[in-house]
């Protein structure tokens, strides 16, 4: 269909309340002609405007104009979605209204009275949605509501733990007691108060990249560390005379899992965030940890309340607790860490991946992989044999002499080079260790090559008794020939799959861009030219 711009006309319809008008100006009135330019021919042959409408277009214009056909209700083929509640716009012939599909919206007490069951039910989707608006943010990955179940056994069970805590403090300097010295309590509390946030500091600065490269273990520790804190408070009214050096270690324990909890925080939030609201997820987890807290604060008071009658079972409470809240509180921080998956790539979870790849044929997942990295205070069993670290040549362990021929064959075209090393543990046990030296310049793909390679040597070392075989290689040039036939296989390989891998880790949302190395990885090799 075809529209021509410059033969159109304007259409007035009968029923309009537009009217033309004749207007004479007065005679009296001598008004100046107006001069009318002569009309030139424009130089160019400019063809009228014309538009070619399709059949698409001419049907919805069609149906725009059947206004008259419409129902008394008009419904819209799409949905809104927005704070968790699904709606829809219809048009009731007067207005246009957004009406709930879900029914979360849409309660009111009237439903009550009409219908009792279809009430509750629209009330509990209402009081789920508000709760979840509340203290959940807009988009959150899927595991973030285990997450927030677990961070409120740990909040309410470590809350309870810090009243009681606080209260035998309170006892240890006298406070509520005639014999107290107010002046000597309040020097101690600033006492032990200073001397915490001074190795706060100290702590900080000394663990900063532990941070990012063993978040998950170094949190569970210092999650450990605080819980024998509060433990230490509560023996200070059994040793009142010691209440400064009792109070002071407390205090530096829970000022360094405070530490490391703000520090590694944003990392945590970054791992549940679908988009980049993190200043909404810090705002939310602020909700969670006031409301967790003070019923952890109610459940103490609860406890006081119901001993209140009889003093030696309320000053033994907080010791029959502290096992029972103490074990809460840290499985609640164990799962709940289960539950944060993180996107960035260390050392130990890029082994893990490669590990992985090499054996099974397939990349994990940041969920999988996990479940698999350790959170306490050991490594993962199956990391213990030829392990792998990135870093320097330590000179304190044995060298062997494939690892010194290793390193006079360097070029300038490599960027890090892989070394054996071995040391005794214990008085009989020998262990062999791969190091990876990577070179200053070299880039994240030059990494996660090298780590590669290192696994490809590690499973070719496996299956052959390499102890004994280095105790010979001084004395055997066939050894050392070995060694570089399988430094070559291993890169070969390496160069072969290392575009799959890449690709691969990308496509599962891990940060393939760079990799976290702790202070010990961050060393760096360079040749006397660069």
Not at 509 to 519: D, E, I, K, M
Request: with cysteine.
């Amino acid at each position: 269909m075809m529209f021509n711009l410059m033969e159109a006309t304007i259409y007035t319809p009968s029923n309009s309340r537009l009217h033309h008008c004749k207007w004479d100006p007065p005679l009296s009135l001598n008004m100046p002609k107006p001069k009318i330019p002569k009309p030139t021919k424009p130089k160019t042959s400019l063809k009228p405007l014309i538009f070619i409408c399709s059949n698409e277009f001419h049907e919805k214009l069609h149906s725009c104009r059947l206004s008259d056909e419409l129902p008394e209700t008009c419904g819209f083929p799409f949905v809104v979605r927005h704070s968790g509640t699904v709606s829809r716009y219809v048009w009731d012939r007067r207005e246009l209204k957004l009406v709930s599909v879900d029914g979360i919206n849409g309660f009111c007490f009237r439903d009550y009275f009409v219908d009792y069951e279809d009430g509750v039910r629209k009330l509990g989707k209402f009081c789920w949605s508000a709760l979840r608006n509340f203290f959940l943010p807009r988009e959150v990955s899927e595991n973030y509501l285990e997450y927030v179940k677990w961070k409120f056994l740990h909040r309410v069970f470590s809350s309870a733990l810090q009243v009681l805590a606080t209260q035998a403090m309170f006892r240890a300097i006298g406070i509520g007691y005639s014999r107290s010295l107010p002046s000597a309590a309040a020097l101690n509390w600033v006492l032990k108060d200073g001397l915490g946030r001074l190795s706060r500091c100290i702590y900080t600065a000394s663990l900063a990249s532990a941070f990012d490269t063993n978040l998950k273990r170094v949190r569970f520790t210092t999650s450990v560390l605080f819980s024998l804190s509060i433990g230490v408070e509560l023996l200070t009214p059994v040793f009142p005379d010691y209440f400064l050096l009792l109070a002071t270690m407390a205090n530096i324990g829970k000022q360094i899992s405070l530490a490391c909890h703000l520090a590694t925080g944003s990392a945590v939030h970054r791992s549940f965030a679908v988009s980049d609201n993190l200043g909404e997820f810090s705002a939310k987890s602020q909700i969670q940890t006031v409301c967790f807290d003070n019923i952890g604060l109610l459940l103490a008071a609860t406890l006081n309340i119901m001993f209140r009658d009889n003093l030696r079972l309320l000053a033994t409470l907080p010791f029959v607790a502290y096992p029972i809240f103490s074990a809460v509180d840290l499985f609640g921080i164990y799962k709940g860490l289960k539950n944060v998956h993180l996107q960035t790539l260390t050392k130990d979870r890029l082994e893990l991946i490669i590990n992985t790849w090499i054996e099974l044929g397939y990349v994990p997942s940041p969920a999988q992989v996990s479940k698999m990295e350790g959170i306490g205070f050991f490594q993962n069993s199956g990391m213990m044999m030829l392990p792998i670290r990135i870093g320097c040549l330590n000179l304190k362990r044995k060298m062997p002499k494939l690892s010194i021929m290793t390193m006079k064959s360097l070029s300038n075209n490599d960027f890090y080079f892989i070394c054996i090393e071995s040391f005794n543990r214990g008085f009989r046990t020998r262990d062999l260790g791969i190091v990876l030296f990577v070179r200053e310049g070299a880039v994240t793909s030059d990494v996660i090559m090298g780590l590669l390679q290192a696994c490809y040597i590690r499973k070719g070392l496996s299956v052959v008794n390499w102890e004994n075989v280095l105790e010979a290689c001084d004395s055997s040039d066939s050894v050392i020939e070995e060694w570089f036939i399988l430094m070559e296989e291993s890169k070969k390989s390496s160069q072969n799959s290392i575009a799959l891998l890449n690709e691969n880790m990308s496509s599962l949302g891990w940060a393939c861009r760079n990799v976290l190395f702790s202070t010990q990885e961050q060393a760096r090799y360079s040749f006397f030219t660069d």
